[in-house]
Antibody, heavy 122, light 107 residues
């Protein structure tokens, strides 16, 4: 059973860079057909898709983040990472690492990490 | 970006009730819709994908339907563990988007 575990600093100052990691266990990030996504949830609000990365592919980001997001994959440690630059209070949220599987209309987010809360404050 | 509008925003119901949650897309999205259940302090959980395919392990009282712009999630007989917030989400085109959520509360 695949498990995803996010980790992060908890508190970040405005204008700094947020770095989050997601440790994947129970399967390899190199397994074909799996995309690893980051999704965030602002306090008391809905869900916002940030983007995805997959093995040997190019990441894709939500244009709403204005090129501030960068995702990477470390196959040696079986981890994926998210960096978000120039953070503001609007980036305060719980960040989820999520596995996507399937193709076409059959795609779905089938495994979610427990989420890591991030607060942007001076 | 494709907008998903859920209705109602919140819903009060009793154990044993049949409830239906709607999700309307701002443009046609075939059947590329998934539904998730989220309980307070927890990550969302996948219930349904391809609009009507039940995820493994999800009780059969959950069902989904729809294609194009209009989708529904139905719970045939509410159980105490079903009181939660439900989200629809589209995979038709990037960026992926979610509905605003429907909060299902105990009457």
């Amino acid at each position: 059973q695949v498990q995803l575990q996010e980790s992060g600093p908890g508190l970040v100052k405005p204008s700094q860079t947020l770095s989050l990691a997601c440790a994947v266990s129970g399967d390899s990030v190199r397994t074909g057909g799996y995309y690893f996504n980051w999704i965030r949830q602002h306090p008391g609000k809905g869900l916002e898709w940030i983007g995805y990365i997959y093995y040997l592919g190019s990441p894709y980001y939500n244009p709403s983040l204005s090129s501030r997001a960068t995702m990477s994959m470390d196959t040696s440690s079986n981890q994926v990472s998210l960096r978000l630059t120039s953070v503001t209070a609007a980036d305060t949220a719980v960040y989820y690492c999520v596995r996507e599987r399937g193709y076409g209309n059959y795609r779905r987010f089938d495994h979610w990490g427990q989420g890591t809360p991030v607060t942007v404050s001076s | 970006a494709i907008q998903l509008t859920q209705s109602p925003f919140s819903l009060s119901a009793s154990v044993g009730d049949r409830v239906t949650i709607s999700c309307r897309a701002s443009q046609g999205i075939s059947s590329a819709v998934a539904w998730y259940q989220q309980k307070p302090g927890k990550a969302p959980k996948l219930l349904m994908y391809d609009a009507s395919t039940l995820e493994s392990g999800v009780p059969s009282r959950f069902s989904g339907s729809g294609s194009g712009t209009d989708f529904t999630l139905t719970i045939s007989s509410l159980q105490p563990e079903d009181f939660a917030t439900y989200y629809c989400q589209q995979f038709n085109s990037y960026p992926f988007t979610f509905g605003q959520g429907t909060r299902l509360e105990i009457k």
